[in-house]
C-alpha cells in the first residue's frame, strides 16, 4: 500500500518522478494551494497572459523531446489559453495541463470563478480531459494525462482540479512505464522495402514528425539508398530533411494541382509523418500523378483512415525506417536532378526579405535555432534561408498567430546551449509582445528577435488581392515601435530601415547577452 499523504504532496511526487518540475502558468486563487511549499527543486514560468504561458510551455516541450506542465486559472484561464491550445494540438506537443476549480462545496450552485462543464471546455484540441469524481483521483488523473499525452499522436490533455482538493488525504501515485512506440508489421514494412526497390522514380515527401521523433539522420540515409527526391509536405511545421542536400526538391504547395505538378512523372510516393495532403486552397483532380503509387508512415490512426488513397501503415517513424533500411537495396539509380538555387541579392536601397533571410542565413550561428512566425514572409525564407540540421526550425501548424514569440522563450530555457532566433512579422509580434517580459525576467540568452517589420497582416493584403478586393479592412499596423516596446520590458532593442546597415547591426543582435529585438523596416 502506498503511503498516505495529500493530494498535494502526491501530485509534487509523481510530477519529480515524471520530470515535470518546471512548470509554466500565470496564477489564479483556484490554483495557490498546489503551489504551497513548493520545493526548491521545481521552477514557475510566469508567462503575463495564459496563451503566453501556454506558448512558452510548448516551445520548452519541444526542445526538450518530453511534456511540460502547465497550469491555468479556471475556465477563464482556459478560455485565454485555448487558441495556443488548437496550436499545440496541432503541433503534436505533449502538454499536461491543470486548470482550477471552484470549491467542490460550492459546485452544487454556480460560484464566482467556477467552470460549468471543464472537461467539455477544451475539447477537441486536448486528447484527454477530466475533473476527477474524487479528491484522491487527483494524481492518478495527473499521471494518465502525462502518459495521454506522450503517447503517439502526441498531444495537451487536461485535468480540472478544485480549489478544496489539494489538502484532501490521497495515496502515493507509483511512477511507470507505458510504451510511447509503434511498430509497423514486419511483412507490411517487406512489402513497402519491395516497392521501394522496384520503383522507378521514388519521391519522398516529409513531415515534421520525422523530425519529432527523431528520424532526421536516418530519413537521409534512406533517400540517398533510393536516390528519392524529397519534399518538404505543406505547411510542415518543422524542418525534417536537410534543405542544401542534393536531393531536396523545395516545398510542397497546399493545393492539389500544384503539388501534383511538382511531383512530377514519378512513380511511387512514400509520405513519412505527414497528412495527404494538407490544403489550404480548395481544388480538383487527381491527387497524385498518373501511375504513382502512395504509401504512408504515420503514428496517427485517426490520419491514416482519412487519407484518401494507397497504403497507410500506423508506426512510429524512427522504427519504421530502420527497418527499411535493412532490406535489400535497390538497383543504382540516376540521381535526380537538383533544385536550383536563387542568386545573391544585394544590400542597395531600403531592405527586400529576400536581403535580410541571406544576410540572417550568412550571420547565425551554425548551431541556431530558427523560430518562426512571419506567414507572409515564409516563401521567401524556404529560398534563402535553408535549415540543413535537425531540431534547428520550428514554427505553428495551426496557421494561428501568437506562439512564435513565447514558444522561442520556452525553447530557450529547453535548450540554454543554442542560440535561438525568432523571426517573427509584426503583426504576429503584438499577440503576445508580453513574452518579451518574461524572457527579461529570466535572462534568456542566448535569444534574438527580428521582427519582420512591413506595416500590417501581408497575407491578408495577398488573400485579398486574389480575391479582387482593392484594400481589405483592418490590415495595416502603423505606428508600432517595437524596439521601444522590447526595452520597457528589459530587453534591448534598435531598429534598422537600410539594407547597408543590417548586417552590422544583425551582427549585434546576434552576440547579444541579452534579450535583443531588432525591428527590420522591409519593404
Partial sequence: MAEPTTVRGATIELMRALGLTTIFGN??????????????????????????AL?????????????????????????????????????????VITAGQQARALLAGEPYLYSEDPAALPRPYVKWSREPARAQDVPAAIARAYHVAMSPPR???????????????????????????????????????????????????????????????ETVRLAEVHQARVWAAPMSSRCSFPESHPLFAGFLPPDRAGL???????????????????????????????????????????????????????????????????????????????????????????????????????LRPPDSVIVEEAPSSRPVMCEYLPNNAPESFFTCASGGLGLGLPSAVGMLLGRPDRRVIAVIGDGSMMYSIQALWS????????????????????TVHHFARLLGMAKPVGADLPGLDFAGLARAQGCRGARVDRAADLPARLAEALAGDVPYVLDVIVS
Avoid: K
Fill in 27 to 52: 496564477p489564479g486563487s483556484t490554483e495557490l494551494p498546489m503551489f504551497r511549499d513548493l520545493p526548491d527543486d521545481f521552477r514557475y514560468v510566469l508567462g503575463l497572459q495564459e496563451s503566453v
Fill in 55 to 95: 506558448s512558452m510551455a510548448d516551445g520548452y516541450a519541444q526542445a526538450t523531446r518530453r511534456a511540460a506542465m502547465v497550469n491555468l486559472h479556471s475556465a477563464i484561464g482556459v478560455g485565454h489559453a485555448m487558441g495556443s491550445i488548437f496550436t499545440a494540438y496541432r503541433n503534436r506537443t505533449p502538454l
Fill in 155 to 217: 498531444g495537451p490533455a487536461l485535468v480540472s482540479i478544485p480549489v478544496d482538493d489539494w489538502d484532501s488525504p490521497a495515496a502515493a501515485v507509483p511512477p511507470r512505464r507505458v510504451s510511447q512506440v509503434i511498430r509497423a508489421g514486419a511483412d507490411d514494412l517487406a512489402e513497402l522495402g519491395a516497392a521501394l526497390a522496384a520503383a522507378r522514380r521514388p519521391v519522398f515527401v516529409v513531415g515534421a514528425l520525422v523530425d519529432q521523433e527523431p528520424a532526421f539522420a
Fill in 260 to 362: 501534383r505538378d511538382c511531383l512530377g512523372d514519378t512513380d511511387l510516393v512514400l509520405v513519412l509523418g505527414a497528412p495527404v495532403f494538407t490544403y489550404r486552397l480548395a481544388g480538383d483532380g487527381p491527387y497524385l500523378p498518373d501511375g504513382a503509387r502512395l504509401w504512408q508512415l504515420t503514428d496517427d490512426a485517426q490520419q491514416a483512415a482519412w487519407t484518401p488513397l494507397g497504403t497507410a501503415l500506423v508506426t512510429s517513424i524512427a522504427p519504421a525506417v530502420a527497418d527499411l533500411l535493412r532490406h535489400p537495396p535497390p538497383d543504382p539509380r540516376p540521381a535526380p536532378p537538383r533544385r536550383g538555387r536563387p542568386a545573391p541579392v544585394e544590400a542597395t536601397g531600403p531592405i527586400s526579405v529576400e536581403f535580410l533571410m541571406q544576410t540572417l542565413d550568412r
Fill in 439 to 458: 524572457a527579461a525576467q529570466l535572462g534568456a540568452t542566448p535569444m534574438t528577435v527580428v521582427v519582420v517589420n512591413n506595416g500590417g497582416y501581408s
